[in-house]
């Protein structure tokens, strides 16, 4: 069954009788452990990322959930953020289940896009458009993992009646919980959605209803901050942040037993030795190529959004919990990796065909004849009139290195369809341009690039209509000019 001698990519393996030498088991279990460590970066990365959003807004005084982080001014490329946009408000508040217990949020009439995602960054629930309150606004209750009241809260929300009052009430797993909200543009403004979130958003625990906390809004625009995980050994640590802080029952058995299996494991501390944190080292460097190859060396080609082209969809796998083949498939593990690593917020409405509301996405990182895009060189994406979106289009161009917004001399590395005054073409398409220079005469319709640099770009659509579902508009590849 096992011969004497077997030759793998781990070396030569020796053996008597079927018995591994001490060499052997050595290793293979420097092996193992560094698998296992591979594995821990993989599937931990949805924590990491909501804990690197946490320590981002902690870091400009966010600490209390009535403390929000709000992009007044818009989200430019001054911050690391993974694929933000530049387009629309964005509040971001952190709520604390263990401090707070059951905790309210108020979301004003008219907001966007809004979701509440654990821990893990799974989805709690919508709030805004796509939520339950339909965009009219509206109060929810976010309960804790621990609650063991009367009230009842499936993922999603519902409506039900307390002391008087209606609230959409959903329970968390976790007791952390981010809460990514939206305001659209006015007049191609963010004034109006700022002033929004200022006079309407509220948030308090339940208890203090009669005396909430009064809210305080910290401008992050234009701030320089990080909210990437990290990419080296200090992610395992991050890792065992969330691990220690929140309830055993946030994950399953098989996720905390790959992560025990490495020393990260709620109530003991994570201090591996010295042979034990080389390994990891050398893991979460493998973890991070491989997560980056599933990102730019797409290998399935039902992730691409149209036959012969190299958009992608953004939300690869299209089930908001990852499931492939409605489950019998069971976890598709590298959609997850793959949308972790490069983005934030999960909520079923980006899967979803929701016509008139919410956001579709699609991403372009190759160029139509299949290379990866060249800071160097320039480039056309031409958008064929009457795009699908009821609100706006963007076009937003990002750092393959951070996946946050590219840094140039652009404080916004975009073009909007609402904000800016773009020249079409005489049959009412739009060409954009992406190069270090702008092509002459089209500098309205330019995003700058980096020479020495690579980029992608995410075309967003909000509110977006039936053409984008039933793919009677697509945009064009992103062309080579020279």
Known sequence: MTPDTVETRIGTLKFFDGIPTKETSALVYDNLDFLRGVEAFLNGIPAASVEGLRLGSASLGATNSHQVVYFDKLLDSTPLFLTGNTSTVYAIPFLDLKKDGPTVV???????????????????????????DKGKGGMYLILPPDYKGDLEGPIGGKSQVIDGETYFVAKSTSYVNWLALRGFLIDGKPDTAAKMWREGLKIYPLSRKDNPPKMEFISASGKAFNTVHANDYEFYEELHTVIEREPIEMLDPELRGLFASIGIQK????????????????????????????????????????????????????NYQFLK?????????????????????????????IVGAGSQYAWGYLDSDGNHL????TYKLNIPK?????????????DPQTRSELQTDQTFPSKQSQR???????????????????????????????????????????????????KTWRPGDIELVK
Do not use: C
């Open 267 to 318: 109530g003991r501390p994570f201090a591996p030795n010295t042979r034990m944190k080389k390994i990891l080292t050398e893991s979460v460097a493998v973890a991070n190529a491989t997560a980056r190859s599933l990102l730019w060396d797409e290998r399935n080609q039902e992730e691409f959004l149209y036959k012969g082209s190299y958009w992608k969809k953004g939300y690869v796998g299209n």
């Open 420 to 470: 800016d005054k773009l020249i079409a073409n005489k049959d009412g398409s739009i060409d954009l341009y992406f190069g270090p220079k702008a092509p002459a005469g089209k500098e309205a319709n330019w995003t700058q690039t980096i020479p020495g640099k690579g980029w992608f770009s995410l075309l967003r659509l909000y509110s977006p209509t039936e053409a984008w579902f039933n």
């Open 325 to 353: 083949d409605e489950g019998m498939g069971g976890r598709n593990l590298d959609a997850r990796t793959h949308f972790y690593y490069l983005a934030t917020v999960n909520t079923p409405a980006m899967a979803m065909e």
């Open 374 to 377: 060249d800071g160097s060189k």
């Open 106 to 132: 108020e979301i004003p009439a008219g907001a966007g896009p809004g979701t509440v995602n654990d821990a893990y960054f799974r989805f709690v629930v919508d709030m805004g458009a796509p939520g339950p």
């Open 386 to 398: 009457d795009a699908p979106a009821l609100k706006f289009w963007s076009v937003v161009v990002y």
